[in-house]
């Protein structure tokens, strides 16, 4: 047996998988009575599956030890169970009653109108696809550089976006490129303008926001990043990595 847990959010604000994931770390503990619409769709959940009875099989577990509480709902189903079906059926619900549903999984959030909000796609180019952008920087793959104390990566994707981070330790390629999925806090994440052989990005992330310009030469990408306030400068000559 193994289940898939879901979070209902009563957070009209909240538009991205990455916010989200935060807003669920933030208030999943919350000990408040439940928000109207949290209770609301929590009533409506359990008249269509109840934690007893023909339907039960549908829950991992029930809400004795998980009540809603605050603005937030989690919801443990059993995987072998909830199929694409259930999973219309609770947007459905959650729609009526102006709740997201959140799937830390697959870091998707399902938002009260019916729209989508999905963390990017880092998948590498498909086979005859663009491998590069006009300023040359690649797709298929990382960048990295050392420092002083472990290593540091650049990712740039197809439509613009740039992600970066340092790390105690050296990744592979692949490795590497799936730690910017993650959301993690410490990822830097923005966007780049590609020019002749080079670029511009800007990015932030949770401790800050940066300004970068990279130029590509024989022997690799070279960036100069700094806070947009001008401080902590750094240089470096970054090499390709290839998936």
Not at 31 to 54: C, S, V
Not at 119 to 146: M, N
Not at 149 to 172: E, H, N, V
Request: net charge negative; glycine share 8%.
């Amino acid at each position: 047996m193994s289940e898939a847990t879901l979070y209902a959010m009563d957070a009209p604000r909240v538009k991205s998988a990455d916010a989200a994931a935060d807003f669920v770390e933030k208030w999943q503990d919350s000990t408040k009575a439940p928000t109207a619409r949290i209770a609301a769709f929590f009533e409506r959940l359990l008249q269509t599956w109840p934690t007893d009875g023909p339907e039960s099989a549908i829950w991992y577990e029930g809400f004795d030890h998980n009540p809603p509480a605050g603005q937030v709902l989690a919801m443990a189903f059993e995987l072998g169970e909830f199929d694409i079906e259930r999973l219309q059926q609770l947007r459905a619900m959650a729609q009526a009653h102006g709740v997201h549903v959140f799937d830390p999984e697959g870091h998707v959030l399902y938002l009260a109108d019916g729209s989508e909000a999905r963390a990017p796609s880092l998948a590498a180019p498909e086979p005859g696809g663009p491998s590069q952008c006009t300023s040359g920087v690649r797709f298929d793959g990382v960048y990295e550089t050392k420092r002083e104390k472990g290593w540091t990566y650049l990712f740039f994707t197809a439509d613009g976006k740039i992600f970066w981070q340092s790390t105690g330790g050296r990744f592979q390629a692949r490795a590497a490129m799936e730690s910017f999925a993650t959301g993690d806090s410490f990822i830097v994440k923005g966007t780049y303008k590609p020019s002749d052989a080079a670029f511009s990005a800007r990015l932030k992330a949770s401790f800050g926001a940066f300004k970068m310009n990279g130029v590509l030469k024989e022997d690799g990408l070279h960036v100069h990043s700094e806070r947009t306030n001008g401080r902590y400068p750094f240089d470096a000559v970054y090499t390709f990595l290839p998936l």
